[in-house]
């Protein structure tokens, strides 16, 4: 073992940050040349069961979800079997298959009770990795739930005996289906698919394995939910309604079959294996994965979505200042197209073309560079620094390098007012990503610098990557975007400000940082079956 908390390990896999400390330990901690990964954190959800047949057909239980850590060792081959999502039948839904990594075995979803218009007996709901709901067919009888099994899955709800009309919803992983009651008395209650459980493996916020909706034959409800994490609504009484398919590659059950129609598929399982991107990549020799990273990353821009930082965030009226990021951009705009500071309604900044760069900082008039070329579809780092007699000489970094001082001596934005909004204002708006943004009141280089080769820190010493940079203490850091997935928002800072989003933009696993340096996890991501192994 590590030798640390297996929690904390978790936590900062989850973020792609590593510390040295934890870095020396995973190489202590191994025999092999080459420092191998000794440990992958995995997640692993099998195939969702599918819906009932016919006129309420219970919904299809959730694939059961694992997560943890599993060893590994060098030049072993291991299986990596993709569950598919259970397949509905004229009766009851077909269970999910086994996901399967190495020997973490996540069992298929159990199938929902259906029936082929007998109307003689209930139906029971399967029992899998969660349970399928069970359908019922007369007044006075009433489904068994199905079973899900401890520590992957939950049961279904219960499909109630006081009357005909509702199939139980399945299980999810994270909570059991709800119950269903399809008489006037009481009046129909519509309990839908169980939750699944969200993760973070891939970079993204996801959530898998959530139940199917029962099917109904009530006139007076609509489809029952699927459980969110990919679970599928129930068929409704209006028409010939089928159930609706669990969602691929999540192990959501499929909903259950409505007024005389088929219950849904369930959605097909999924494997996910992080590890630190210190350690080398796997080698695949079948079933190739999706390869990407989490952790440290970018935001991505649209054009037309922006964050708003609060006011406290803004105040460039007296004193020093740096703000800088580094920039990734499709196409240059004739406006301010980096980022917005101060307030949005007067003070804009950012490259107008690969030659320019303006500062408007309002009642103080516009500031102009003409800088060393900038290319497109590349990280370049612009730092905006405002120190000197006064604090009015404002100079423009480009990739470390200066690109000339102008002097200004308004003040900048107003006593504290307005917002820093990130991603566009007053009609111009950033098209590409944006890594590491950071205000500070200081001014931290003083001359030609060498440009991190890391995440920026809301406080730091003088000149850790070389002369020119100055130190960084206390609460002078007022807004900081270190772009971590899956919260590439938050503010790092000690102000801690919380944006309002406005538009589609979203953590991108692009970044300015190299791979191998602990900034990042590679993650591998399979949907179809195959194998990897780890080679010296």
Known sequence: MYGFHQAQLLSNMAIGIFTLRQQLRGLLSTNWPGAKTPYVEYLVVGGGGAGGHNYCGGGGGAGGLLTGILPVTSNVSYTVTIGGGGAPTSTNG?????S??????????GGGGGDNGG????????????????TMLTANLQPTKGAGIAGQGNSSGTASANGFGLGASGGGA?????DSYGSSNPAPVTGGGGAGIASAISGSVVVYAGGGGGGNNNSTVTNIPGGVGGGGAGGANSGTTAGTPGQQYTGGGGGGGGNNSGGGAGGSGIVIVSYPDIYPALTTTSGSPTVSTSGSGSISFNGSSYADYPASASNL????????CWLYLNSFTSGYSLFFGIDPNTCYVGPTSATAFKANFGTGGELSWTTSTASLSTWNHYALVRSGSGSNNVTLYLNGVSQGTNTNTATF???GSGIVRVGSASGYAINGYISNLRYTKTAVYTGAFTVPTGPLAATQSAGPSGSNIAAITGTSTRLLLNSISPSPYNDSSSAAQTPTITGTSA??????????LGYKNRVYTWTSTGTWAVTV
Do not use: H, K, R, Y
Not at 94 to 98: E, L, R, T
Not at 100 to 109: F, Q, R, T
Not at 317 to 324: K, R, V
């Open 507 to 516: 953590w991108n696993q692009l970044s300015p940082f190299a791979t191998g």
């Open 174 to 178: 994270g909570t059991v289906g709800l």
């Open 94 to 98: 077909s269970n999910g298959a086994n």
């Open 413 to 415: 934005g107003g006593a």
């Open 100 to 109: 399967v990594l190495s020997s973490i075995i996540a069992s298929g979803g």
């Open 119 to 134: 109307f003689t007996a209930t139906v029971n709901g399967i029992a899998g990795g969660s349970g399928g709901g069970g």
């Open 317 to 324: 009226s007296a004193g020093d200042f740096t703000l800088e």
